[in-house]
């Protein structure tokens, strides 16, 4: 098989903090290949917005850095790049969208302007931008492009201002979208509409896309690989549709199991019991075991990964087979 | 129904809303004409004890006016609201106090609806305190101790001040204050939409269970139709500030017959990959 696009390898992105070194992103790997889909899920503070930052390297500085690990991007690894010597990559070969697309936009600039400003700041003509941004805003389905071009984002609602967004990453025809929970803010039926449409750019281009999200149902629409999220780790690797036929992590298994739904209605749904542990004191073994139903003795020591086929792997000794979602 | 059993003549309903309208003035035009906006059209339902009543739709579709309308604090432009028969609106001093404790609400942000500057146990005495309820200090805060024990928080939890909280049990604390001083309803305004799934469970679970043991009724505003199906007895789908479909929630999710249901139904992610369609 060719190398992936992006491959991130034991990456470790930690904070200085007033108690102490809070390793938010401590030891996770997983590639994105061209014209597929990976989704990082998991729940609040589990790392995987930090993990997506430090693709671009972003991570606010100077509390936050690199503390180890490689990002092969076309096999070149992009820590041995400065920060400046990253700024052709950023925005053009890799773009990103957010959750909450108002703060990303500049409030006082016209969607015209900024739309010029992505296509021309990596070394385009002015000249073609305009007729580039009014293109882009047609591809991404708003009603009357050229009305947009002149607006500000206050005057957008938020599915548009998701889509303006949508267009400014698609500017430059990146090779890898990272999506940041792109669409939590927005209504179910807008949310269904941004992801069809980047699942549509993504046929056409060729893009990778690394999707951040909680939700597993979008995990379920859109995504091809799966990495699940916990404490700062990935604690499981699987193709999606193996994935949601068997979870086989404990806590993969126990999200699953809280998903509210008409089956489980007169019932309880699964809780988990506890707390995540402190990101800036790991426990040394495994770091779902005080919360796990299954845990065993030699759950104090860190699991090794466990392989159940050739692209599914856990972590965890006893990885249980019950628990899927039918 | 006879009037024997039915004293009130509501079918057996604790809240009623009869024919809610809400209009905003928008701006007043040239000769002084007024441009309003229709945020809430012609709503009615009614909840009974110990029943969940679920008002879904898109952002703007008036569903949050409609809860805001029957707690009384936003006045409707025609229609009212009953509570136990009597209307909400126009009631003053004690008449008005007394509907307040009967009448409570738990909303999206549990970060922005508690006081950082009060410990848990103010947040939590505070509504006893203005109603009298449970004796003096010691008793107030001996029941707000035994408010927490059941929305699942140790004693120590009292007089800790929110930021010490996560999300999840933040919203706890501020189902415990609801519960504080004794309500017979309950306004749930997205009460899980900031929560993680986990912990989403977690406060489902705990509404269901003291809804069982209280009989509380539950007016549950909201945009997730999965906890809708999970938790609500009948569902009143709202577009542009009307109710333009009603039922029960299985009846209704199974046979939409209207294209407002079938779109917000159909734009739900399945956990099914093999049945995805927002993508091939």
Known sequence: ?326 | MNALSDPTGNGGALVEARGLSKRFPLRTGVLGRREWRTAVDDVSFAIAPGRTVALVGESGSGKSTVGLMVLGLLEPTAGDVRFEGEPVAGRRGADAKALRRRMQVVFQDPFASLNARMTVAESVTEGMRIHGLNGDEAGRRAAAQALLEQVGLPAHALDRYPHEFSGGQRQRIAIARALSVEPRFLLLDEPTSALDVSVQSQVLNLLRRLQRERGLAFLFVTHNLAVVEYLADTVCVMEAGRIVERGDVAELFDAPSTETTRRLLDAIPSLDPSARRLRA
Not at chain 1, 85 to 113: K, Y
């Open chain 1, 1 to 326: 098989m060719a190398n992936p696009l992006l491959h991130v390898e034991d990456l470790r992105t930690w904070f200085r903090s007033p108690r102490g070194i809070v390793k938010a992103v401590d030891g996770v790997s997983f590639t994105v290949e061209s014209g597929r889909t990976r989704a990082l899920v998991g729940e609040s503070g589990c790392g995987k917005s930090i993990t997506a930052l430090s693709v671009p390297q972003l991570v606010p500085e100077p509390a936050g850095y690199i503390a180890g690990g490689r990002i092969l991007w076309d096999s070149e690894d992009l820590l041995e790049r400065t920060w400046s010597a990253m700024r052709p990559l950023r925005g053009r070969e890799i773009a990103m969208i957010f959750q909450e697309p108002m703060t990303s936009l500049n409030p006082v600039a016209t969607i015209g302007r900024q739309l010029e400003e992505a296509s021309t700041v990596h070394g385009g003509a002015w000249r073609a931008a305009r007729a580039r941004a009014l293109e882009l805003l047609e591809r991404v389905g708003l009603r009357d492009p050229s009305a947009t071009l002149r607006q500000y984002p206050h005057e957008l609602s938020g599915g548009m201002r998701q889509r303006v967004m949508i267009a400014m990453a698609l500017a430059n025809r990146p090779r890898l979208l990272i999506a940041d929970e792109p669409t939590t803010a927005l209504d179910v039926t807008v949310q269904a509409q941004i992801l069809a449409l980047i699942a549509e750019l993504q046929r056409e281009t060729g893009m990778a896309v690394l999707l951040i999200t909680h939700d597993l149902g979008i995990v379920a629409e859109v995504a091809d690989d799966v990495s699940v999220m916990y404490a700062g780790q990935i604690v499981e690797e699987a193709p999606t549709a193996a994935l949601f036929a068997e979870p086989r992590h404990p806590y993969t298994q126990a999200l699953f199991a809280s998903l509210p739904s008409r089956s489980r209605r007169g019932g309880d749904l699964a809780t988990l019991e506890g707390m995540v542990p402190d990101p800036a004191a790991w426990p040394a073994g495994c770091r779902f075991a005080e919360r796990c139903a299954r845990r065993l003795p030699e759950c104090a020591d860190a699991p090794p990964w466990r392989s159940l086929a050739a692209d599914r792997r856990v972590r965890c000794v006893l990885p249980g087979v019950d628990g899927g979602t039918a």
